[in-house]
């Protein structure tokens, strides 16, 4: 996989007047190095496949990022912060992370960070992340690259919600490319780039095939989860299988 060094946070360096650096530090590659998705997608799985020159694999954060990420939002991370999300991690039983509840700023890209990396730390169980308005989500690339690490990790989250978040159809196709390599079933986001939304449902539909978490049955929990997750493109209730089980009947 691509192995991207952080960009923020970062503890400071300091290096004397007499002995400057030799080398400049690293820098993690922009958007402009990434690669576009292909618009062609496998016959047989419906899965989003690279092109020939591209990498197979979507940006991944290494573990030397990911330690000097957390050592600096050691340092940010308030304790009002700290204990609204251990309530949610430790007292709550949903399984539905609602980011206005997490936070105090949509708009911090450094708070949506910390909480995403709690999120993906978490031995929780997580199936629904609603992440919706969530605009500091964009404005930090670090921020963007700990969502794809946390659906990496949290291997249970199959309804991804991104609505009111302005993503640019680079950033969305990098997306798309993760999503095929996680459980993500149901996915909602804002985009005007009709093809880029079809290739990412065809995503989503191989997707469901892996698991059944979406689907109606004699689990009330399980139900109510179903039930809860709002916002995506197409909700599991409008699944045939589904309207069978409520009993929906097309002709009436």
């Known amino acids: 996989p691509q192995v991207l060094s952080p960009s923020a946070p970062q503890p400071p360096t300091r290096h004397s007047a007499a002995q400057p650096p030799t080398q400049p530090s690293p820098k993690t590659p922009g958007p402009s190095a990434l690669q576009p998705l292909n618009r ?3 016959g047989q799985r419906g899965v989003i496949e690279p092109e020939a020159k591209e ?10 990022a990911l330690e000097n990420i957390r050592k600096g939002m050691s340092f ?7 204990k609204q999300v251990d309530r949610f991690l430790v007292e709550s039983c949903s399984k539905i992370a609602e980011i206005s509840e997490l936070v ?3 708009d911090s890209s450094a708070e949506i960070c910390y909480v995403l990396d709690r999120l993906g730390r978490s031995k929780k169980e997580i199936q629904v992340l609603n992440l ?8 930090d690339r670090t921020t963007w690259l700990m969502l794809q690490h946390l659906l990496r990790t949290q291997k249970k989250v199959w309804c991804l919600v991104l609505n ?15 999503l095929s390599r996680t459980s993500v079933s149901h996915f909602g986001c804002h985009t005007n780039d009709g093809s880029l939304r079809q290739e990412i449902e ?13 689907r109606l049955s004699d689990d009330s929990p399980q139900n109510q989860i179903i039930l809860g997750a709002k916002g995506c493109w197409r909700h599991p209730t409008q699944h045939p299988d589904n309207q069978d089980w409520l009993g929906y009947d097309p002709m009436s």
């Open 40 to 42: 062609q997608t496998s």
């Open 55 to 64: 990498p197979k694999e979507s940006p991944v954060l290494s573990p030397q």
């Open 76 to 82: 940010f991370a308030p304790p009002g912060l700290v």
């Open 104 to 106: 105090w700023d949509l």
């Open 132 to 139: 919706e308005g969530a605009t500091g989500l964009m404005k």
């Open 164 to 178: 009111r978040i302005q993503i640019s159809p680079k950033d969305l196709a990098e997306l798309g490319r993760t």
């Open 202 to 214: 065809t995503v989503c539909a191989a997707n469901s095939q892996k698991h059944s978490l979406w």
